[in-house]
């Protein structure tokens, strides 16, 4: 049982194109994450959220709560944004729910 | 500021054997945790720490022992080590329970 999954597993994008990558939940959570996984490993946090939306230069992570689903938006995609982008949720209890993903790729 | 360290970065143990990954940390953090990382699997969680002499299990604990001697370092120990166990080792901290995380490097193990 996946508690986080995220949408799609896999995106190529050319360069300039705007992005989307989603993710729903199935459990009651106090916050919720966007990381970067870098090609060399590194995992680097993006946004926490528990409401509404947030914004950091060229990307925008939102969130609705009562249809347990987050988005993270890139504008203007960059090959430099190519990484695996991964959604967790932060549980009440302290225990935290990662998906597996969004393997993204932006082509010159 | 070195934020998050681990060590080490890499490891190959023999079935049976033990090790010690260290995890430090430089920013006063309260949190910590230990992750592992496995291919098409997300992020599980291991043990925790919400403070100095506090340990806590995660999702996936057996087979792993922690403790937190010291507010900066959080140790994750494997006594009898097991090919199961090869994995990408995170160990992360933060503030307080919903705040910002900020990751390790990550500790590549392999157990043959």
């Known amino acids: 049982k996946n508690e986080v999954e995220q949408s799609p597993q896999n995106l190529t994008a050319q360069e300039g194109e705007f992005i989307t990558i989603n993710c729903s939940y199935s459990?009651?959570?106090?916050?919720l994450h966007w990381l970067q996984q870098h090609p060399g490993g590194g995992i680097v946090s993006l946004f926490m959220?528990?409401?509404g939306k947030k914004k950091h230069g060229r990307l925008i992570a939102t969130i609705n709560i009562q249809e347990k689903h987050s988005s993270l938006h890139i504008t203007a995609s960059h090959p430099r944004d190519s990484a695996v982008y991964i959604c967790?949720?932060?549980?009440?209890?302290?225990?935290?729910?990662f998906g597996t993903g969004t393997s993204l790729t932006v082509i010159p | 500021n070195a934020g998050v360290t681990q060590t080490p970065k890499f490891r190959v143990l023999k079935t049976g054997q033990s090790m010690t990954l260290l995890c430090a940390q430089d920013m006063n953090h309260e949190y910590m945790y230990w992750y592992r990382q496995d291919p098409g699997m997300g992020l599980r969680l291991i043990h925790y720490s919400v403070g100095e002499g506090t340990t806590a299990k995660g999702e996936v604990p057996d087979g792993y022992n922690v403790s937190r001697l010291k507010k900066q370092n959080f140790l994750l120990g494997l006594e009898s080590a097991a090919p199961s166990q090869t994995s990408v080792y995170f160990c992360?901290?933060?503030?307080?329970?919903?705040?910002?995380?900020?990751f390790g490097p990550g500790t590549r193990l392999t157990v043959t």
């Open positions: 959220l528990s409401s």
């Open positions: 459990v009651g959570i106090s916050a």
């Open positions: 992360a901290s933060s503030y307080a329970r919903v705040y910002e995380q900020y």
């Open positions: 967790a949720v932060n549980l009440f209890r302290n225990q935290f729910y």
